[in-house]
C-alpha cells in the first residue's frame, strides 16, 4: 500500500497538470535567448581578463546552443540573430587574446 505521502503527492500533481497554464509564449524564449546573449556580449567587452572572457563567450555559445533545439518555439529569426552575436564575440574574444599575447611577449 502507497503511503499517505505519496497518494498525495500524485493526487495534487494531476490536479496541476490539468490545470496548468504555460507561462512563456514562444516569443518570450525569443526574447529571453536574444536578450541574454546580448547582456552576456556587453560583460565580454567589458571583461578584464581571459577568464571573465571565456565565461562570457561560453554565455553566449550556450544561448547559441539552446537555439537550435527544435520544438521549443525558438524561430529562425531568433537563430540568425544569436549567430551574428556569437560571430562578433568570437572576434572581440579573439582580437583581446592577440593583444593579450602581444602585450605578454613585449
Not at 529562425?76 to 564575440?89: K, P
Request: charged share 20%.
Amino acid at each position: 500500500m502507497p503511503s499517505r505521502h505519496a497518494c498525495l503527492s500524485t493526487d495534487s500533481s494531476s490536479s496541476l497538470e490539468s490545470h496548468r497554464h504555460p507561462l512563456l509564449s514562444d516569443n518570450d524564449i525569443n526574447n529571453i535567448l536574444v536578450n541574454g546573449a546580448q547582456i552576456s556580449l556587453t560583460k565580454l567587452k567589458r571583461a578584464r581578463s581571459f577568464n571573465a572572457r571565456i565565461y562570457y563567450y561560453a554565455e553566449i555559445g550556450v544561448y547559441l546552443e539552446v537555439s537550435l533545439s527544435r520544438g521549443a518555439g525558438i524561430n529562425d529569426a531568433t537563430r540568425e540573430q544569436l549567430q551574428r552575436i556569437h560571430n562578433e564575440a568570437t572576434h572581440l574574444h579573439m582580437d583581446a587574446n592577440k593583444k593579450l599575447a602581444l602585450k605578454t611577449s613585449n
